[in-house]
């Protein structure tokens, strides 16, 4: 069967994308018999067998930079999910728009997307973002948080909130503490990023390059050994979350404790460089002692410099030589700079494999003040973890939720327009108690000052 030979009454969903977050979505929509869904993808075979598992779903093979056809694929549907990467969701949006359709991703609004969305709204087109973890239940959590506490007559002076996605504890026994579920290139690029912040009513500014040495434990949660450090600009929230009274707003990563001084060790040497070079004939070893000075060094020199570069620090040291950067194995054909050669190197060694599992943890945590001069601090406390054999926590805690989401755009839940954001409590409401029903659910703490 193909979406052509779709009866009209059927709501038609275009899904884009056919990775490990797309299945969640292809199997809550499905529940619902009047659900047909293409399941758009470059990958012919991961579109089939995905499609092969559930009703009224049909693979497609798409290119995306096809514009004529991708045109005529989006006008055959009624909405148009993305979990294609973020970079592409402008080029899309515009034929959204041309076709009169409504667009749904889990990732972050940008400014490309913002422009995009006033031309739809003034054809009655919704876009809706960040409805996947985070973004997405974080936004959740922390409005429903602001909500109760603002009926209850007390006023948020600080919003921390922390989310990561890692593998399960007992998979964890390698020096970055961490492992790849989707190409490492974007995780290392996220760790040269700039990050901002408001502490105690100043800015903070993180600069590129230095994110890595602003990490800091993370006791909240002390049976996880983490860390945490700042993401993107926090400050924007302040007008976003209507928190206005908040002196203190810090939105950032976690990773498991060790994760930011190995990165940093690779950042120091050199690793994340792009400038060329000819890595021809190049071995792994070859590489660290060339960014060292001298290819040409024994092992044990290599080592010693190594030693020295780092203060003595024999952590440092040894998470090259564990991640196997002194080998001698050759560099693949075709890598002609650092940064490439350490997305190789990592993705070969340690993306996640399909019998471990991961786990997700995000925590909120909300210094309010009360009527009587009271403070607390309330926590919003989530953890779930991936199913063995089964989904990975990080495909149901986004696919789920933009599954949830795109049912209640089909279902006229959601009346705004333009660009939209979970914010809202005719959103977010309805969306937690689903997410709640599949098991995605928050705990919640309060704590007293002692003193």
Same mark, same amino acid.
């Not at 292809?26 to 067998?49: C, F, M």
């Not at 592409?88 to 400014?111: G, K, Q």
């Not at 020096?175 to 290392?188: A, S």
């Not at 196997?324 to 490439?340: E, H, K, Q, T």
């Given at each position: ?256 404790? &060790? ?5 940093? +060790? *690779?950042? $120091? !040497? #050199? =690793?994340?460089? /792009? ?36 203060? &003595? ?5 040894? +998470? *090259?030589? $564990? !991640? #196997? =950067?002194?080998? /001698? ?50 926590r919003s406390n989530l953890v779930v973890y991936g199913e063995e054999g089964g989904w990975s926590a ?58």
């Amino acid at each position: 069967m193909t979406s052509k030979e779709w009866r009209s009454d059927n709501k038609r969903v275009l899904l884009l994308g056919s990775g490990l977050v797309s299945e969640p979505v292809v199997e809550y929509l499905t529940r619902s018999p009047d659900v047909r869904i293409t399941v758009g993808s470059n990958d012919e075979a991961q579109a089939t067998a995905l499609a092969s598992k559930y009703r009224n779903t049909v693979p497609q093979l798409i290119d995306v930079g096809d514009r004529r056809n991708l045109s005529a694929e989006i006008a055959k549907h009624d909405l148009v999910i993305s979990l294609l990467p973020h970079t592409m969701h402008p080029f899309i949006a515009e034929l959204c728009v041309d076709a009169r359709r409504n667009m749904l991703t889990a990732s972050y609004a940008t400014d490309a997307l913002r422009k995009i969305a006033k031309r739809g709204a003034q054809k009655g087109i919704m876009m809706l973002n960040e409805v996947g973890l985070d973004p997405g239940i974080d936004h959740m959590l922390a409005m429903n948080l602001f909500d109760e506490i603002r009926q209850n007559n007390g006023t948020v002076e600080s919003f921390e909130s922390f989310c990561g996605g890692l593998p399960a504890p007992q998979f964890t026994n390698n020096p970055l503490r961490y492992k790849f579920t989707w190409f490492p290139r974007g995780v290392l690029m996220n760790a040269l990023s700039e990050a901002k912040y408001l502490k105690e009513g100043k800015i903070v500014n993180v600069e590129s390059g230095t994110l890595m040495q602003v990490a800091e434990p993370f006791e909240v949660m002390p049976g996880f050994n983490l860390e945490c450090y700042p993401n993107r600009d926090s400050t924007i929230y302040k007008e976003a979350y209507g928190i206005g009274s908040a002196h203190t707003i810090l939105r950032g990563t976690l990773r498991y404790k &060790g994760f930011s001084m190995a990165m940093d +060790t *690779l950042i $120091k !040497l #050199g =690793l994340f460089k /792009s400038y060329k070079m000819n890595l021809s004939g190049y071995s792994w070893g070859d590489l660290t002692k060339q960014l060292l000075g001298n290819k040409s060094m024994s092992n044990q020199e290599c080592k010693s410099k190594l030693l020295a570069l780092f203060n &003595g620090d024999k952590f440092r040291a040894s +998470t *090259l030589v $564990k !991640l #196997g =950067l002194l080998d /001698s194995d050759p560099i693949p054909a075709g890598i002609d700079n650092p940064m490439d050669a350490l997305v190789e190197k990592l993705a070969s060694s340690l993306m996640m494999p399909e019998d471990e599992t991961d786990v997700i943890i995000m925590n909120h945590s909300v210094g309010v003040r009360l009527p009587s001069g009271k403070c607390e601090t309330h926590r919003s406390n989530l953890v779930v973890y991936g199913e063995e054999g089964g989904w990975s926590a990080m495909s149901k805690t986004v696919g789920l939720p933009v599954g949830i989401a795109a049912e209640m755009m089909m279902n006229g839940d959601i009346k705004e327009r333009g660009l939209v954001l979970p914010l809202a409590k005719e959103i977010y409401k309805p969306m937690l108690e689903k997410l709640e029903l599949e098991g995605i659910m928050e705990r919640r703490e309060v704590e007293s000052e002692d003193f």
